[in-house]
């Protein structure tokens, strides 16, 4: 059965023959198994390599091989196997051949290394399997790209904590590419709604490995509501309430009709100082420091509280929280799950001016940073995070 839906076999009538597609139709799988095949991709690498781009992002490297001998999948017990996802994809999906593909791939982009001093990227894109995507980096692959809401659970919460949980020690050096959607899914604020974007793209923007954002997505674009599929989530960015602003000319695809209030324009000159934009941009500053960089993490959660620390040696500490439930928590009620003292200093919020005396307030959907001052640091017995 095809991703998409529907058979993953089509009959051409000019070669009187089927094919395999495992994405949309026109979109043949290639026999990978065949040498010629196999050069013919890596003569194209270096066709581009030739004109000096920086690197290549591959989409769907989880489908590149499928099973030699085409066996069937196994059916979940209980499925009808009317759904792609009634069965368990282990012919098709995330092959061992596929690690060893982007391993010569990239073998041919180091080989231009000499020619210009600089290593090339290879970005992949793959199924929201983390043990896959370390198969891959282990590879040699610079970026895997992941959901990051992708992880198991009843909640949007515990999805969190368990994609988190699965990186190791290790994980924190090598490159994840945490998303939440891309041209072909739907935008963060049609997935979680727009009140919550703003505490997902600071999840983004503080756990470890490197953020990739859709456009429009740290404004809280949504989808289109009237475009059938894919167009709804690939509208043009909406950069003023006229629908222009980076072109006078009429945009290939209608604009979303929240245009005229979701916007850049109106969200840089609005008198509210957080924005979705101008929150995203503080952010961004927050990042840059140290145990963002490289700190280690370890994460809590108590309900719908998220929590997880960023700490690297010789640094201040940082304790993120994030509320993803409907009722309120308190600042106390985390600092007591964590066992970090409360004499911490809050340094980013995502919908208050920040007071310095004021930790005990509640929290709504939205998402705090505390630093540990560090003469507290010295004061008190706290996690290993914060030591």
């Not at 593909?101 to 001093?117: A, G, R």
């Not at 939440?180 to 049609?190: I, T």
């Amino acid at each position: 059965m095809s991703v998409k839906g529907g058979r993953a076999w089509t009959y051409d009538k000019i070669r009187k023959e089927c094919y395999l597609h495992q994405l949309e139709r026109d979109k043949p799988d290639l026999n990978l198994r065949n040498s010629d095949v196999r050069q013919e991709l890596e003569n194209i690498l270096r066709f581009w390599l030739n004109k000096g781009v920086d690197g290549f992002h591959v989409q769907n490297v989880q489908h590149l091989y499928e099973d030699q001998d085409l066996r069937n999948e196994t059916l979940i017990p209980g499925k009808t196997g009317n759904a792609y996802d009634d069965f368990d994809h282990t012919q098709t999906r995330n092959h061992p051949e596929n690690a060893k593909l982007l391993q010569s791939w990239k073998h041919v982009l180091d080989t231009f290394i000499p020619k210009t001093c600089r290593e090339r990227a290879l970005v992949v894109t793959t199924g929201n399997d983390i043990d896959a995507a370390m198969k891959y980096l282990d590879a040699g692959v610079n970026i895997v790209r992941v959901n990051l809401m992708s992880g198991n659970g009843t909640s949007l919460a515990e999805h969190i904590e368990t994609i988190l949980n699965q990186l190791d020690d290790d994980a924190a050096c090598k490159i994840i590419g945490w998303m939440y959607s891309d041209k072909d899914s739907s935008r963060l604020a049609s997935k979680v709604g727009p009140e919550n974007v703003k505490a997902f793209l600071t999840i983004q923007a503080t756990v470890p490995g490197i953020p990739f954002n859709y456009y429009g997505n740290e404004i809280g674009m949504t989808d289109h509501p009237t475009h059938s599929g894919r167009w709804k989530y690939r509208t043009p960015m909406q950069w003023d309430r006229n629908g222009t602003g980076f072109s006078q000319n009429p945009p290939w695809l209608t604009q979303n009709p929240n245009h005229k209030t979701v916007n850049v324009e109106s969200e840089l000159s609005s008198k509210d100082n957080f924005t979705t934009l101008k929150v995203n941009r503080r952010l961004q500053e927050l990042r840059r420091r140290e145990s963002f960089q490289w700190g280690e993490t370890k994460v809590f959660r108590e309900g719908d509280l998220v929590m997880y620390t960023r700490k690297a040696k010789g640094f201040p500490g940082y304790l993120m929280a994030v509320n993803l439930g409907k009722d309120e928590v308190t600042i106390e009620s985390l600092l007591a799950a964590t066992g970090i003292p409360k004499e911490v200093k809050v340094v980013f919020h995502t919908h208050q001016t920040i007071q310095d005396t004021d930790i005990s307030r509640s929290m709504e959907n939205s998402y705090i940073v505390l630093k540990m001052p560090r003469h507290i640091q010295k004061r008190h017995s706290v996690p290993d995070a914060y030591i």
